[in-house]
């Protein structure tokens, strides 16, 4: 076990080695696993991506908080046992520090997962889609804590755009406003999850990963802090396209509203509802964008390690 400030982190015996050395390392979160893909898809993703960050020559560090400590990379038992656990809690900024003090498992949202690499100090994180604003949030007041954190927390989070099921202009729009640079992957739009394509711009545009180390670097440079949120648009052979994917999201919408689904469980139910709809291609696209995400995160940490040595 290795301290952080204050907080004692279980490293996986890969991360610790790579830490060790100063190896590139990639984040991963596991409320994608828990509550965003059922079993035995999100066993499939959960390896697949940890292959792909490897095979790009970076070490991935799977983020879950087990019987109250905090896990930094999980032993292939650990992530096996994750995939198909069950009162898992889905942790965000306001939760995570209760499940360390009151010993549950949870998994880690983009928010909570940000928090935990920054402590692990690792600065790249790939995902599958962010949270955001929630369609309907002038009267719910639904918005992720995940664009809180990005404006706080100084984590590159590789995405593929804002979930399709959100209010996606405001969502760009309170990025904006919080000050955290949107940058889309070789596209000037930016993409909607499923779809390559929102219809709405995107702010910044970039063609490499070594493009995005050096940004990091001015940015740091300049003392400007939290995240940036990379947008990695999903391959075109594995995309749904936009006018497609909106039928379901519109079905799943009303059947959210029918069942009174609120707070934490919005996101999840309308995923599987999608799923459900779609005959599991849904999840298909689902696990290629984050395949797709981890490969160019994985470009984008040794970018890093490149640009400090
Ligand atoms: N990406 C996926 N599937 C997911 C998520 C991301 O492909 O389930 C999770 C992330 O953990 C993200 C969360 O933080 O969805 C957003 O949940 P909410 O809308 O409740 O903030």
Not at 50 to 66: D, Q, W
Not at 69 to 88: I, N, P, R, S, W
Request: with cysteine.
């Amino acid at each position: 076990m290795t301290n952080s400030p204050s907080l004692p982190i279980l490293y996986s015996r890969e991360v610790e080695a790579a830490r060790t050395k100063g190896a590139p390392i990639v984040a991963l979160e596991s409320t994608i696993i828990t509550h965003g893909m059922p079993y035995p898809g999100n066993i499939e993703m959960a390896r697949s991506v940890e292959t792909i960050i490897r095979n790009g020559c970076a070490v991935p560090a799977t983020i879950a908080v087990i019987d109250g400590t905090l896990h930094v990379g999980l032993e292939a038992e650990q992530l096996e046992k994750l995939t198909q656990a069950k009162d898992v809690m889905k942790l965000s900024r306001a939760d995570f520090a209760f499940a360390l003090a009151t010993g549950r498992t949870g998994a880690t949202t983009v928010a909570a997962t940000m928090i935990a690499a920054a402590l692990a100090g690792i600065r790249v994180f790939a995902t599958g889609g962010i949270g955001g604003v929630h369609r309907g949030a002038e009267q719910s007041f639904d918005i992720s804590a995940d664009l809180e954190e990005l404006a706080k927390t100084d984590v590159i989070v590789v995405c593929a755009g804002a979930k399709a099921i959100l209010d996606i202009p405001k969502t760009l729009e309170v990025l904006e406003t919080r000050g955290v640079p949107v940058v889309t992957h070789r596209s000037t739009d930016f993409p909607a999850f499923w779809s390559r394509v929102s219809g709405f711009p995107s702010p910044l545009t970039v063609e490499t990963a070594s493009e995005i180390a050096t940004f990091e670097a001015a940015r740091q440079a300049a003392g400007i802090r939290g995240g940036i949120l990379v947008a990695n648009p999903v391959p075109e052979q594995d995309e749904i396209a936009r006018d497609e994917i909106e039928g379901f999201i519109q079905v799943a919408l009303k059947a959210a509203e029918e069942q009174k689904i609120a707070a934490k469980a919005v996101t999840p139910f309308l995923l599987d509802h999608i799923f459900q709809q779609t005959g599991g291609r849904s999840l298909k696209t689902n696990i290629a964008l984050v395949e797709n995400n981890a490969r160019l995160a994985a470009e984008i940490a040794v970018a890093l390690a490149d640009e400090r040595a």
